[in-house]
């Protein structure tokens, strides 16, 4: 048994509300159809008011391509719950007021052209709580996105777990859970709007498990309430705690979006991770014969140094929305911030959908100042190798941009580990499932470069260098000045042409006369050209030739090819 695809009249929250309505945040009185026009988003404060679950269907799913998926009825009251009414007249008094038989609704649908099934909460279902009936639906949608080979969105809006199923409810967070562990090994998408609000074991249980996770702008997610929190610690709580800007700030969603903007974004986001990659995009980068350029070996190390440091040459940014058809940025290491200074997400080129990582320094002082000079902290690093799991989950390439004079070495970035985010980083590229390509786009730092630099193939741009120290540390170690630094320069060799001939470097990327600063869009179209080269090539090879070839090539830098012998005797 299905139900008809919702019409544009579900849009409106509840049948009986006509006329003139007041905005719960700022107390504008709104009238109702221009509320409707508007995505029921107050035009004087831009709250964004609560839809059911119909209304989220119309908002997010292709018009007319939605299929309910029907669930034979489960036991209605495991516990013969009684407060101060009986359970079962609870549940048919929500059921009345909000039209639906639980507190979400399971269906097919399409999203931008792509069949996706959808698990949208209801909040005016008894809060959108989790009992026995919710995890029932929630988990059989996700196996219904494993039966058909189907991504899956869900959207939420929940106070948190039925306290009328007790136990029986507090252990559906495990079964949802097990549920999306499933989803997330077979390598399918799942992405998760957090709405307003989003609490106890729903935050805490699938709504966090998404691979991809949107909050809604101005929802309220989190595990325990505000009020709660206030009773128990009798703490003072920040004014934006817990909305989805305070989460974006803390790394733990990857975007916030305004209502309007959350359909594009999922359309987005599953063309690039549908099994055809990105739509309407081919490669178009036909006649570079793959041949390294000669950079010139009197090319002045110091002055290298100086041309890669300009503050004018493109950015990994400027690179990602010039050399790359499309870009989808992704927030947060989901455990302590999101660093400024290193940026990522999905991305195509050439009819190729890729994770891209890189560094970014920004342009303006204002701008260099917010990314920390492109200086990453552990929460940066953690962010990458978060992005990296998702490569390897959905067999994505990856291409790192590297630009950047080191890790931040303060103590705040000591507190948090930094040593150990970059170790932990450098061993999982180096041992990930998927191809990597690496390109060295400006400065590459110490640890704080190599760090995005253990790859397949190791890119350089013709003005770009890699160095254990900057010229001037290492000056003033070893000449006790830091005056000395283009002749430490010199001494330590850096710059592409050293990178190629020594091995490290697979090939040098040319630029524009005078640097990649001159004409930014010709930068951009030769790396672009390079790049997709180079995934053409690597993305041939099956995992285990990916991973030998590798470990054989870090084997060879720096000239130790030896085979290790048994010791006699």
């Not at 970014?360 to 990296?388: C, D, I, S, W």
């Not at 499932?433 to 190791?458: I, K």
Request: net charge negative; glycine share 10%; with cysteine.
């Amino acid at each position: 048994m299905t139900r008809s695809a919702p019409t544009a009249a579900a849009s409106v929250a509840a049948p009986e509300q006509v006329g003139w309505v007041s905005c719960p945040d700022c107390g504008w009185l709104l009238y109702r159809k221009r509320l409707d026009r508007n995505l029921h988003v107050c035009p004087e404060c831009d709250h964004h008011l609560r839809l059911s679950a119909r209304a989220r269907i119309v908002l997010l799913t292709d018009p007319g391509s939605f299929t309910e998926t029907a669930f034979p009825p489960g036991t209605p009251d495991p516990l013969s719950f009684t407060d101060l009414r009986d359970y079962p007249d609870r549940l048919a008094d929500a059921a009345r007021r909000s039209g639906e038989s639980e507190a979400v609704v399971v269906g097919v649908a399409r999203i931008g052209g792509v069949e996706t099934v959808v698990a949208v909460m209801d909040f005016a279902f008894l809060g959108g709580s989790m009992g026995v009936e919710v995890g029932r639906r929630v988990s059989g949608a996700a196996e219904l996105a494993l039966q058909r080979g189907l991504p899956l969105v869900t959207v939420c809006a929940s106070g948190g777990a039925r306290m009328q199923e007790g136990v029986f409810s507090l252990f559906q967070m495990a079964r949802v859970s097990e549920a999306f562990g499933r989803l997330r090994e077979s390598g399918l998408l799942s992405v998760c709007v957090l709405t307003d609000p989003t609490y106890g074991g729903v935050s805490a249980s699938f709504a966090t498990l998404a691979s991809v996770l949107v909050g809604e702008r101005g929802a309220h997610v989190g595990f325990a309430g505000p009020r709660v929190v206030q009773e128990t610690i009798r703490a003072e709580l920040p004014a934006d705690f817990q909305t989805a800007e305070f989460l974006l700030a803390h790394g733990l969603v990857d975007r916030v979006e305004n209502r309007a903007d959350l359909r594009p974004l999922l359309a987005r986001l599953l063309g690039l991770h549908g099994p055809g990659g990105p739509p309407g995009e081919a490669a178009d980068d036909a006649g570079d014969d793959g041949s390294p350029i000669d950079v010139a070996v009197d090319d002045d190390p110091w002055d290298v140094v100086q041309r890669a440091r300009v503050v004018e040459r493109p950015t990994t940014l400027d690179y990602l929305h010039t050399a790359f058809d499309d870009f989808v940025e992704l927030h947060g290491d989901r455990a302590f911030a999101d660093d400024p200074a290193v940026v990522g997400g999905i991305a195509s080129i050439g009819g190729r959908t890729v994770v891209v990582i890189g560094q970014e320094k920004g342009h303006t002082v204002r701008q260099r100042v917010a990314r920390n000079f492109g200086m990453p902290h552990p929460e940066g690093y953690r962010k990458a190798q978060r992005l990296l799991d998702h490569a390897e989950v959905f067999g994505l390439p990856v291409v790192t941009l590297v630009d950047t004079p080191g890790a931040h070495p303060g103590p705040e970035a000591e507190e948090r580990g930094q040593s150990h985010a970059i170790a932990e980083i450098i061993m999982r590229s180096s041992r990930l499932r998927v191809p990597v390509v690496s390109v060295v786009t400006g400065e590459g730092g110490s640890g704080g470069a190599l760090a995005l630099c253990t790859s397949d193939r190791l890119l350089v741009l013709q003005n770009a260098y890699l160095s254990v120290i900057s010229p001037e540390g290492c000056a003033a170690i070893l000449w006790r000045t830091a005056v000395a630094a283009p002749t430490a320069a010199r001494a330590m060799r850096l710059g592409a042409a050293h990178l190629r001939a020594s091995g490290i470097a697979t090939s040098v990327v040319p630029e524009p006369p005078g640097g990649a600063h001159t004409d930014p869009a010709a930068a951009a179209r030769l790396l672009r050209r390079a790049l997709v080269r180079e995934l053409d090539d690597v993305c041939r090879l099956d995992v285990a030739t990916l991973l030998d070839t590798r470990s054989r090539r870090l084997e060879r830098i720096g000239g130790d090819d030896r085979t290790l012998q048994p010791v006699e005797g």
